[in-house]
């Protein structure tokens, strides 16, 4: 009896702190969605607790029709592209380095897996030399090529975890069928990673999304501006319009929701398998 009351007691306290915990996470989404639907007078004279009694979509229009449009275009063009990049590339990358029996190719990966030790603020400097020299600088491409580069060693770090565990006897059969190592790769490897994949393309996609340092520094006209630098011009020049701001914030978090909705499972399947392995 005193067994079972502790364990409810127990039960009971951890429930209720994680519903405290779900109240104290939840409200900020909150307030920026309800702020984002209130106008300037709502917002000083209105509760923030509750959500506004006449929302209006005006904030949304505004920024709409301050151009954030194009710079929402940029943000896509730039997270699909370093997605595909870093699912592809890695996912090569990691049947090499499985499938290799190769002391070379082992030495290699171990100092490529040194990557996830240097800090993007540290390569900055190397990286807009280099890329200015290439001729890239201001360029969408430009951003794409360094986000693929510091993001390979973590995404080849998941998969290798998963191809590994691939059992030997699908290899054989499929060489002995002979297909070579592209079909291999994109028949075999390919689909059953396949929660890997979308948990790297989940993680990556996000990144990429958010990324604020290389748009800063490699960019600078507003025909290559993404959302983060967007959002900060937008700021500075809304400074007192508190709704408008929110619903940029909301505008440009919305490609981020959906990816953690339909890819929010196989993201921490992908990660919790790839590390505990």
């Not at 997605?83 to 029996?101: C, K, Q």
């Not at 059969?173 to 190592?181: K, T, V």
Request: hydrophobic share 55%; aromatic share 14%; glycine share 6%.
């Amino acid at each position: 009896m005193r067994t079972w009351r502790r364990v409810s007691v127990g039960n009971v306290v951890f429930t209720l702190f994680g519903v405290l915990w779900l109240i104290i996470g939840c409200y900020p989404v909150f307030y920026i969605l309800t702020t984002s639907l209130r106008s300037q007078n709502g917002y000083l004279l209105g509760n923030p607790w509750v959500p506004p009694l006449h929302p209006t979509f005006q904030n949304y229009e505004q920024v709409i029709q301050s151009g954030f449009v194009k710079a929402f275009v940029n943000s896509a063009i730039v997270s699909v592209a370093t997605v595909v990049l870093i699912v592809l590339f890695s996912l090569l990358l990691s049947y090499v380095v499985v499938r290799t029996r190769n002391r070379v190719v082992r030495t290699v990966f171990n100092w490529f897996v040194v990557g996830l030790a240097i800090p993007v603020q540290a390569a900055i400097i190397p990286v807009y030399i280099l890329i200015t020299k290439l001729g890239l600088y201001d360029t969408l491409l430009g951003m794409i090529l360094p986000m693929v580069a510091f993001a390979l060693p973590l995404s080849t770090l998941i998969l290798v975890n998963f191809v590994r565990d691939i059992p030997n006897e699908l290899y054989e059969a499929m060489g002995i069928e002979g297909a070579n190592d592209f079909q291999i790769v994109f028949r075999l490897v390919a689909p059953l990673a396949r929660p890997a994949l979308i948990s790297v393309a989940v993680y990556q996609f996000v990144q990429s999304w958010n990324n604020f340092l290389f748009p800063l520094v490699l960019t600078q006209s507003a025909n290559v501006r993404v959302l983060p630098l967007a959002i900060v011009q937008f700021q500075g020049e809304h400074t007192m319009d508190v709704p408008v701001t929110m619903a940029a914030v909301v505008f440009s978090a919305i490609p981020l929701f959906l990816a953690y909705i339909f890819g929010g499972r196989y993201l921490r399947q992908g990660m919790l398998a790839g590390f505990g392995k």
